[in-house]
T-cell receptor, first 112, second 114 residues
Framework: DGGITQSPKYLFRKEGQNVTLSCEQN?????MYWYRQDPGQGLRLIYY???????QKGDIAEGYSVSREKKESFPLTVTSAQKNPTAFYLC???????????FGSGTRLTVV | GESVGLHLPTLSVQEGDNSIINCAYS??????FIWYKQESGKGPQFIID?????DKRQGQRVTVLLNKTVKHLSLQIAATQPGDSAVYFC?????????????FGTGTRLQVML
């Protein structure tokens, strides 16, 4: 079955550590996205990529980094520069035309 | 489960009643709109979409209405069931000529009472 997979489902990070969240899709979608979700707020765009080897900052990119070396994969690194990283992170993908997104099941990141 | 949307507006309906969830969007240039459903601890799921050249679209038990004059979108769910309990988000796309870049609303929690 085609879909988008995020791992791990739960992740714990110590202060000062970088952690990487995985996102893989086998939908042959060109565009991929990372969103952050906090209680009481909508989804906020961190980074997006419309094509391999290219990506753009979203609204809250500070403290995060991404890469897009393969069409299927768009990993997100939460760096130690991100001061409040505890949140639910959602990855999505879409075709390169106006359409809805397919979302992964999310990764819950907690700083301990 | 996930603590998504602890302080969201909440709509409570009786099982079997119809639900109407509303959304005000921000940009008159938006040309495409989507409703998503998000259950606790899961990613959002696509429900229904509508393009700006339409004012109504129906799916199975769901209807989306678009009023471009007042920039308002609504989702109607007929005969609401317990499985409909979730947070519902609207999203709008501003036509950039390339891929979608959706902007999401803050969401409404739907609680179905038995």
């Amino acid at each position: 079955d085609g879909g988008i997979t995020q791992s791990p489902k739960y992740l714990f990070r110590k202060e000062g550590q970088n952690v990487t969240l995985s996102c893989e899709q086998n939908l042959n979608h060109d565009a991929m996205y990372w969103y952050r979700q906090d209680p009481g707020q909508g989804l906020r765009l961190i980074y997006y990529s419309q094509i391999v080897n290219d990506f753009q900052k979203g609204d809250i990119a500070e403290g995060y980094s991404v890469s897009r070396e393969k069409k299927e994969s768009f990993p997100l690194t939460v760096t130690s520069a991100q001061k409040n990283p505890t949140a639910f992170y959602l990855c999505a993908s879409s075709t390169n035309r106006v359409s809805g997104y397919t979302f992964g099941s999310g990764t819950r990141l907690t700083v301990v | 489960g996930e603590s998504v949307g602890l302080h969201l507006p909440t709509l409570s309906v009786q099982e079997g009643d119809n639900s109407i969830i509303n959304c005000a969007y921000s940009n008159s240039a938006s040309d495409y709109f989507i409703w998503y459903k998000q259950e606790s601890g899961k990613g959002p799921q696509f429900i229904i979409d509508i393009r700006s050249n339409m004012d109504k679209r129906q799916g199975q038990r769901v209807t989306v209405l678009l009023n471009k004059t007042v920039k308002h979108l609504s989702l109607q769910i007929a005969a609401t069931q317990p499985g409909d309990s979730a947070v519902y988000f609207c999203a709008e796309n501003i036509n950039t000529g390339t891929a979608s870049k959706l902007t999401f609303g803050t969401g409404t929690r739907l609680q179905v009472m038995l």
